[in-house]
């Protein structure tokens, strides 16, 4: 059965800092999610990854992928307020069209 | 964005009353999927379809039917509503036709059963 975790769960961190969530999956495959949700809303695509060695960035986010390690990053640079919400990635199941979800990590910038 | 709707947005039932939520889309997409959001747990995949009548289960389908009459609607039915079903759902359509596969969502619906 395929699982996906992510850590951590919460992380609290101040504006102006860097940090990285982990994405690591438990078998095969070469699609990776990641998204973004806001209290209340809905799941917002921020990148999609297709293939080993993929890496991504919009503005202070940047995703990659090893597929090998069945490992996906998101990077935070120099975090700022507006970056609070959680990041959500998931993992495609080409066999079942399914999609996995990993649990989450609810990301709170402080001024 | 997607043309994905889900109704209602919200409601609350009592326990023991069936209720069908409806995820309508303008975008012809093949696959539908219906999951819960519940604090802990991420996105909980219910059930799924793979087009016209043709539907499966997913990790949390007990208690949960579903129904594709046409390409454009996919309902989910609690046929007796538990305290338990009090989540959000959310409705999510793919497409197979480009590469990436990606997963667009509906707003969700926030279901609440007293």
């Known amino acids: 059965e395929l699982k996906v975790e992510q850590n951590p769960l919460f992380l609290s961190m101040q504006e102006g800092k860097n940090y990285t969530i982990y994405c690591n999956y438990s078998t095969t495959s070469d699609r990776l999610y990641w998204y973004r949700q806001d209290p209340g809303k809905s799941l917002e695509s921020l990148f999609v990854?297709?293939?080993?060695?993929a890496v991504k960035q919009e503005g202070r986010l940047m995703a990659s992928l090893d597929t090998k390690a069945r490992l996906s990053t998101l990077h935070i640079t120099a975090a700022v307020h507006d970056l609070s919400a959680t990041y959500f990635c998931?993992?495609?199941?080409?066999?079942?069209?399914?999609?996995?979800f990993g649990t989450g990590t609810r990301l709170k910038v402080l001024a | 964005d997607a043309g994905i709707t889900q109704s209602p947005r919200h409601k609350v039932t009592e326990t023991g009353t069936p209720v069908t939520l409806r995820c309508h889309q303008t975008e012809n997409h093949r696959y539908m999927y219906w999951y819960r959001q519940d604090p802990g747990h991420g996105l909980r995949l219910i059930h799924y379809?793979?087009?016209?009548?043709?539907?499966d289960k997913g990790e949390v389908s007990d208690g949960y039917s579903v129904s594709r009459s046409k390409t454009e609607d996919f309902l989910l039915t609690l046929e007796s509503a538990t305290s338990s079903q009090t989540s959000v759902y959310f409705c999510?359509?793919?497409?197979?036709?480009?590469?990436?596969?990606?997963?667009?969502f509906g707003p969700g619906t926030r279901l609440t059963v007293t």
């Open positions: 998931a993992v495609f199941t080409s066999g079942t069209y399914k999609y996995i």
């Open positions: 999510a359509i793919s497409e197979r036709d480009r590469p990436s596969y990606e997963q667009y």
């Open positions: 379809s793979y087009g016209v009548k043709d539907t």
């Open positions: 990854l297709l293939s080993n060695g």
